[in-house]
Structures are given as C-alpha cells and as structure tokens.
C-alpha cells in the first residue's frame, strides 16, 4: 500500500526520540510537513536533520508539555505558522513515563506530573486543533496509548491509568469531531525497542514472554500504524484502538 500525505502538515509531540521520531521520520516519508516537537532543542534538530536529509520536510518547535496551557497553546499557533498556516495531523505521541512502583509508594507529584502530560496536554491540544481542522476541512488525529491501557499490570497503576484515559479521549473525541470531518483514532503500542530500553532487557523479559509473536515490536512499525490512520486509506475509521504489539493483548 502506498500511502501518499503531500499538502498535509503534522504535528508530532515528542518526538525528538523513541516512537515518536520514527513517527515524525514515516510521517516525512510520506510527503507530510512535519513538525518535529519535545524538550531538547538538539535532539529535535538532530531528526530535523534526518528528515531533510532524507528528502523530506521539517521543522523544530521546542515546547514543554508539561507547563501547562500557556506553554501547549503557543506550541498549537507556533506548529501551524512552522507549516504554514495549518495542521492537518495531530499524532499525541508524547508520554510521561513512569518507573514501575506499588501504588501506595507513587508520590502525589508524580501523579499530577504523568496527568499534566500524558492527559492533559493531548486533551488541550486536540482542544485547540481540533476545531481548526474542521474549520480547513477535516484532519485526523491519532493517539499514542499503550497496551498499559488495555490490560492489567502489576505496579503500573499511573502510567496505565493515564493511557485508559487517553484511550477513552478517543472515543470522546471521535464522536465529537467525526461529523466535522476530524477522525480521532489510537495506537496502542506494546513493547517497543527504543534507545532508552536498550539496556534493561531483564526488566522486559518478563513481558516479553507473554507476546505470541516473541519479539519486541520495532519503532517503524508503530510508526506505519500511524501514517495508514493519518491517511485517506483510514478514512472511515473512527474511534478505533489499533494495537501493535505482537499480539500481546490479545493473550
């Protein structure tokens, strides 16, 4: 399937690194403007750069989701000018994550910490952007959950309840939008090879034993889910949760 996004323009939170790189670099791939998004102004360049390279478009927004309203709605009117005016895919793929703990050790600012970015700057964000791809004509809107919002897992309270949440945004957000022409999907990603994992595969190894398929899932793979739910061959699929993990949460 070749799937073409030339004329649209995304924008990718977190994605500096990790999944959301890969997004950002499929995205760009595609023919997508995308702008490139997340805390460390270097490493963002440093996918800027990849994707030119490549023979795609990009641009660097440097924004702290977790700083509240202020700091989301000038990354919403900063993104759309980096793109010329507009964006037409929102991918809210940034995620806070948390270190595995019994719910009664997660410290209180700990919870409002995960809430500010994995929650509430998705929802402020498809807030602001939402309406204005109705206003252009329609969008797509895709959600980074986690299969942590889909099954139970021991001392991982926090980060799944911030994914169920963003998981049940979707179904929010897809009744609401979806007469406008904005379609709000999820990918929910299970174990995913990244830098930041490279190292503790014997924390992994537990999780990794319960995939059918018995592999971690790779960052492009993630990433091809989202382009196909960015695209015109998803186009009336609304509210969706698409796993990609191996068949993790099926078991």
């Known amino acids: 399937m070749d799937i073409r996004l030339d004329g649209r323009a995304a924008l990718v939170t977190g994605s500096s690194s990790g999944i959301g790189a890969a997004i950002a670099k499929g995205l760009a791939a595609s023919g997508a403007f995308v702008v490139v998004t997340g805390r ?52 809210n793929n940034a995620g806070r994550l948390t270190v595995p703990a019994p719910t009664a050790d997660v410290p209180a600012e700990s919870i409002m910490a995960s809430l500010a970015v994995n929650v509430a ?12 791809m109705a206003a252009h004509g329609g969008g797509a809107i895709v959600n980074v959950g986690s299969i942590n919002g889909l099954v139970g897992m021991p001392q991982s309270a926090l980060y799944s309840m911030t994914k169920a949440a963003l998981h049940s945004l979707t179904k929010s957000w897809a009744a609401e939008y979806a007469a406008s022409g904005v379609r709000v999907n999820t990918v929910a990603p299970g174990p995913t090879r990244v830098e930041w994992n490279e190292g503790i595969g014997d924390l992994l190894a537990p999780v990794l034993a319960r995939v059918p398929s018995h592999r971690m899932s790779e960052a492009h793979e993630i990433a091809d889910a989202v382009v196909f739910l960015s695209s015109e061959h998803a186009s009336h699929i609304h509210g969706a949760t698409l796993a990609v993990d191996g068949g993790f949460s099926a078991t």
């Open 121 to 132: 700057a998705p929802f402020l964000l498809t807030g602001t952007l939402a309406p204005r």
């Open 40 to 91: 460390d102004a270097q490493r963002g360049q440093g996918v800027v750069d990849a994707i030119t390279k490549d023979g795609g478009s990009a641009a660097l927004v440097v924004a702290d989701l977790g700083a509240g309203e202020p700091a989301i709605s000038a990354l919403a009117d900063e993104a759309a000018h980096a793109a010329g005016g507009h964006i037409d895919i929102l991918v």
